[in-house]
């Protein structure tokens, strides 16, 4: 399976991106979910996961409120709303495949680049 994530970009802050991560090779509708980032010089930390209906999302602190993940399984795509942009949301974006509990991934897409600008 290949996770291929987009809409990436340069945004002011307080401005808004949507991020998409298309599955291809294999279905998604029965996996949780999740999106990571990677800012420069930091570790690659959690930003939201979400459960196989969809109905349970879980988000770190600092996106909450802001951020909003959701998928369509029909179009086996995984999404990440984002308001209020902030610099400090300024990251490489990562989409992933999590088990079937926790945070932990089975396997990583590409990232997308969020640069937020103040």
């Known amino acids: 399976v290949q996770l291929q994530a987009s809409g990436g970009g340069l945004v002011q802050a307080g401005g808004s991106l949507r991020l998409s991560c298309a599955a291809s090779g294999r279905t998604l509708s029965s996996s949780r979910m999740g999106w990571f980032r990677q800012a420069p010089g930091k570790d690659r930390e959690f930003v939201a996961s979400?459960?196989?209906?969809?109905?349970?999302?879980a988000y770190v602190d600092s996106v909450k409120g802001r951020f909003t993940i959701s998928r369509d399984n029909a179009k086996n795509t995984v999404y990440l709303q984002m308001h209020s942009l902030k610099p400090e949301d300024t990251a490489v974006y990562y989409c992933a495949k999590l088990r079937s509990s926790g945070r932990q991934v089975d396997y990583w897409g590409q990232g997308t680049l969020v640069t937020v600008s103040s």
């Open positions: 979400i459960s196989v209906s969809g109905g349970s999302t």
